[in-house]
C-alpha cells in the first residue's frame, strides 16, 4: 500500500495514524503542494490523502481510509461514537486555526513546499484575493483565540483517557490530536499538564512528532 500526503495536513495526520495502530507497513509518499496532476490522476480532485490500497486502486478521505484500514486489517480497534465534547471543540478550532497555520506551515521545513513553485501554488491557492495570509501570523485577537481553546480543552481533558494502543480507540481520538498537531506550530501557546501530556503521549504512541521544533 501507499500512502499520499502532506506532513502539515491534519487529515494526512490521522490517516497516518491508523497504519501505525495497526501495526501495518505503509509506504509513505510525499507530494509537492503544486502536482495537481497525480491526486487529479487518482481520485479526480486535489486532495489528500490518498491510499492505493491496490494496485491503480485508490480512496480518498481520512475517515474513509481508517474506517477501510480497521477493518481489513487485524480486528477493528477504532470506535465511531463521536465524544460530544471534543468533536465541538474540535469543530470550532478548525474554524480559525488554519488562518494561524497558513503562514507557518509554508515557512517549516515541509517537503510539500520544498519548490518555490509549491509555495507560490499554496499562497495562491490559500489567498486567491491577493491579500495576504501573512498578516495572521501574529494576529494577537486570533492568538488569543486559540490561546482560551486549549486553556478549555484542559478542562474538557480532565477526565478523558490518554491513549493506549492495546484498547480500542475513539476516532474523536485521532481528530482531537490532529488539530493539537496544527496547533503545535503556533510559537507561544501555552498547554497545561493536562493537555501537554495527552498530546505529547498521543505524538509517542504513534512515532509523529509535534511541531513545536518549527513553532514561530
Known amino acids: 500500500m501507499k500512502l499520499y500526503i502532506y506532513e502539515h495536513c491534519p487529515f494526512c ?29 487518482m481520485v479526480g480532485r486535489k486532495a489528500l490523502p490518498v491510499l492505493e490500497y491496490k494496485p ?37 478550532v478548525e474554524r480559525f486555526i488554519y488562518r494561524l497555520a497558513y503562514p507557518r506551515w509554508i515557512r517549516a521545513p515541509f517537503p510539500e513546499f520544498s519548490s518555490d513553485e509549491a509555495k507560490k501554488y499554496f499562497y495562491k491557492s490559500k489567498d ?9 501570523l501574529a494576529d494577537p485577537a486570533l492568538l488569543q483565540r486559540a490561546q482560551k481553546a486549549i486553556d ?23 481528530s482531537l490530536f490532529s488539530q493539537l498537531h496544527s496547533l ?18 498521543t505524538a509517542e504512541n504513534f512515532f509523529i512528532s509535534l511541531n513545536d521544533e518549527f513553532a514561530n
Open 13 to 41: 495526520v490521522m490517516a497516518k495514524m491508523i497504519f501505525v495502530l495497526k501495526n501495518y507497513p505503509v509506504e509513505t509518499v510525499y507530494l509537492l503542494y503544486d502536482d495537481v496532476q497525480t491526486p487529479m490522476h
Open 56 to 92: 491503480n486502486r485508490f480512496m480518498s478521505e481520512s475517515i474513509d481510509i481508517i474506517h477501510y484500514i480497521d477493518q481489513n486489517i487485524g480486528e477493528p480497534q477504532i470506535t465511531l461514537p463521536i465524544v460530544d465534547e471534543i468533536a465541538q471543540w474540535v469543530k470550532e
Open 128 to 136: 486567491p484575493s491577493g491579500r495576504g495570509f501573512m498578516s495572521d
Open 152 to 174: 478549555k480543552l484542559e478542562n474538557i481533558l480532565v477526565d478523558y483517557p490518554l491513549i493506549d494502543r492495546t484498547k480500542p480507540i475513539s476516532i474523536s481520538s485521532l
Open 184 to 201: 503545535s506550530i503556533i510559537k507561544g501557546l501555552n498547554y497545561g499538564n493536562i493537555v501537554d501530556r495527552w498530546r505529547k503521549n
